[in-house]
């Protein structure tokens, strides 16, 4: 889980801070860099996975968030680029097509 790598002995972990959905080591929008990092590293073999797990989260921010500040809570295009937007993979292979490489 998340939040055991994320936490070294006498810090606070890279984790949320709720209602904020601050960083509870460096008070940045969570997930901050060092939690994209320590989620990347540990997701590794399943960025499929990472992005269903930050969809949860982001569910949960934009709750807790808009019930905090309804009226200037983060747009929802803010949250998704925050949540999930990074993870996209850069590598995305064309998805192949029999048709086009037959007759050449
Ligand atoms: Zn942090």
Not at 5 to 16: E, I, Q, W
Not at 49 to 65: F, I
Not at 77 to 83: E, G, I, T
Not at 90 to 102: A, G, K, L
């Amino acid at each position: 889980m998340f939040t055991e790598r994320a936490a070294r002995p006498g810090r606070p972990p890279h984790t949320p801070l709720r209602p904020t959905w601050c960083c509870r080591t460096d008070g940045q929008p969570w997930p901050c860099g060092k939690a994209r990092l320590l989620l990347r590293a540990e997701y590794e073999d399943d960025l499929t996975g990472l992005s269903v797990y930050l969809a949860g989260l982001m569910y949960e921010a934009m709750r807790d968030l808009y019930h905090l500040n309804p009226h200037d809570a983060p747009a929802p295009p803010v949250l998704y680029s925050r949540f999930l937007a990074w993870n996209r993979t850069r590598h995305h292979p064309p998805p192949t097509c029999r048709s086009c490489s037959r007759g050449s």
